[in-house]
Nanobody, 129 residues
Framework: QVQLVESGGGLVQPGGSLRLSCAAS????????IGWFRQAPGKQREGVSC????????YYADSIQGRFTISRDHAKNTLYLQMNSLELEDTAVYYC??????????????????????WGQGTQVTVSS
């Protein structure tokens, strides 16, 4: 059984910060990569940031580079996304997902949501003044 549970979303003003968490359990721990994705109304789901479980390499989307930071706490089996300097355009449902079989390296993998096998239920992030 694979379980991914996101938390930490909410309403924040432009320029504010949030930290998202994704608690992983079960077979979700046997992944090649784990990452954060987001989907805004009327838009396709996009990769925000991912980290490889093979070599620790990371990917950040250009739109959030320098503002968001991905990290993991192995002891707690938890993935984080620290989001600073939030912008209106960051409003979306944020999902955590794991990829278990894809051979892609982290950059093309994170840009391909369909390569990910298991997904959490999502957490809403709303940036509004």
């Amino acid at each position: 059984q694979v379980q991914l549970v996101e938390s930490g979303g909410g309403l924040v003003q432009p320029g504010g910060s949030l930290r998202l968490s994704c608690a992983a359990s079960g077979d979700a721990m046997d992944y090649r990569a784990i990452g954060w994705f987001r989907q805004a109304p009327g838009k396709q789901r996009e990769g925000v940031s991912c980290i490889s479980n093979i070599d620790g390499s990371t990917y950040y989307a250009d739109s959030i580079q320098g503002r968001f930071t991905i990290s993991r706490d192995h002891a707690k089996n938890t993935l984080y996304l620290q989001m600073n300097s939030l912008e209106l355009e960051d409003t979306a449902v944020y999902y955590c997902a794991t990829a278990h079989t894809s051979p892609l390296s982290i950059r093309p993998l994170c840009r391909s949501p369909y390569e990910f096998d298991y997904w959490g239920q999502g957490t809403q992030v709303t940036v509004s003044s």
